[in-house]
């Protein structure tokens, strides 16, 4: 089995796939046709796939969640790539992991770098898995770029309610800018530090670990966070804490399914009408045990889950 490395350059504009739309829905697509001549980032992608894979079926991509990367999915992506066959493409977001930063950060240009960097792949179908603030992309590519998406899949996030819990984010960003190393020193030490400044902050020790993913050694031997942590600050309240209220009225009609963690509240028990006005076809299955973070608290049913939806749509 063969995984590759990849980083897409994109220089050119997008052009958005909901054209058809325009004589429909004028006024809810004027802000994406906007935030469609603004200018794209380079994104970063792994990609799973054996070298000997002649799968017919789509390929998988994969959104992480706001202050992950695409390596937070990378023992996922093999097992799905395993069980499936498929092709899996976990992406790194704007302002993320080994892609480009910019001071723009919305869930339409998010979309609209993904649609760039599967055209540069030459990919004209894939089945889309998103979770939190990756599962608002996967939800806004699948509704402007409907014959693009053959299956659509959300963790634990949804388009018509905003979990309280998600506000208490935006403290995450000051407690990682008033961290301070000094240069120099070994990364296991870095992240040791990084740990006991933040603990005073983030009792959470699983939390403070996925932030530490981020602590990155440059050349010079200082250290940094590879978020940009300004523009995700600046873009928090107004562009990442809500779904794009300009979408209503859109509908992505494919196989889609919300996946929310029985102690999570960003999703509730009774959301799936709500939900359906935009995803009709969609079903909600709930994993008892896990939080916001289904995937790594629960991942042998997730990953049965999402396998089983994979293999019947």
């Known amino acids: 089995m063969l995984f590759n490395t990849k980083s ?67 023992s996922m992506s093999k097992a799905i790539h ?26 339409l240009h998010m979309a609209h770098d993904v649609m760039k960097l599967l055209k540069k792949l030459e990919i004209s179908k894939v089945s889309v898995l998103g979770h939190s603030m990756g599962g608002r992309t996967a939800m806004v590519l699948s509704l402007l770029c409907s014959d693009l998406v053959s299956s ?43 740990d006991e400044q933040l603990k005073a902050v983030i ?34 309240q107004q562009n990442i804490a809500t779904f794009p209220a300009s979408l209503k009225g859109l509908q992505y009609a494919g196989p889609t399914l919300f996946i929310g963690g029985s102690l999570s509240d960003y999703i509730g028990k009774n959301d799936l009408p709500e939900i359906q006005e935009y995803f009709p076809l969609a079903d909600l299955i709930f994993v008892e045990g896990a939080g916001h973070w289904v995937h790594s608290q629960k ?11 994979l293999a019947e749509k």
């Open 82 to 107: 395993k069980t499936t066959g498929r092709k899996v493409i976990s992406i790194d977001a704007r302002n993320h992991g080994d892609s480009k930063h910019s001071s723009q950060h919305t869930y």
């Open 152 to 194: 659509l899949i959300v963790v634990d996030i949804s388009p018509v309610k905003t979990s309280p819990q998600i506000f208490s984010m935006a403290n995450l960003f000051d407690a990682m800018v008033a961290v301070s190393i000094r240069s120099g020193i070994a990364m296991s030490k870095a992240r040791k530090l990084a």
């Open 8 to 74: 897409i350059i994109s220089k050119s504009i997008p052009k958005l796939c909901t054209n058809i739309l325009w004589r429909q829905y004028p006024v809810i697509l004027r802000s994406a046709t906007t935030t469609s001549n603004a200018e794209t980032v380079d994104l970063a992608y792994s990609s799973y796939e054996s070298t000997d894979s002649t799968s017919p079926l789509p390929p998988l991509v994969i959104l992480h969640g706001l202050l992950g990367s695409k390596n937070n999915w990378n």
């Open 299 to 309: 991942p042998e049913k997730f990953l049965e889950i999402v396998c089983k939806f």
């Open 203 to 236: 009792p959470d020790v699983n939390l403070r670990n996925f932030l530490i993913t981020n602590l990155v050694q440059t050349n010079s031997g200082s250290y940094a966070w590879r978020v940009n942590i300004p523009a995700l600050k600046e873009n928090f």
